[in-house]
């Protein structure tokens, strides 16, 4: 079963920057994409940003764009998100999820399962 523990979570003051790591162990093929959400209390979670195994296509939400990046050591089974420009709205519990079927529209349509535990991101002067 595929399996996912996150890291590199902290408390950081607006504007500054912080790298997740989401490593995977436990799966037999690869998956179709690996994506990290977050949520904080009360709120659905939100999904962030994606990245494909095939191609390395990539998707960030609106709300991040320009300011996250995605990307993965395939030899590490490790998928990263540098988040750089903290604002006080990214705090929230930050987790990745695998996606094991394809989407016409990319990794941001797709069905997500085996999420991790999460890492708390705290942005706050």
């Known amino acids: 079963q595929l399996q996912f523990v996150e890291s590199g979570g902290g408390l950081v003051q607006p504007g500054e920057s912080l790298r997740l790591s989401c490593a995977a162990s436990g799966f037999d093929e690869e998956p179709y994409s690996i994506a990290w959400f977050r949520q904080v209390p009360g709120k659905e979670h939100e999904g962030v940003s994606c990245i494909q195994s095939s191609d390395g296509n990539t998707w960030y939400a609106d709300s991040v764009k320009g300011r996250f990046t995605i990307s993965r050591d395939n030899a590490k089974n490790t998928v990263y998100l540098q988040m750089n420009g903290l604002k006080p709205e990214d705090t929230a519990l930050y987790y990745c999820?695998?996606?094991?079927?394809?989407?016409?529209?990319?990794?941001?349509?797709?069905?997500?399962?085996?999420w991790g535990q999460g890492t708390q991101v705290t942005v706050s002067s």
């Open positions: 999820a695998a996606a094991h079927f394809g989407s016409d529209v990319g990794c941001s349509g797709a069905t997500y399962a085996d």
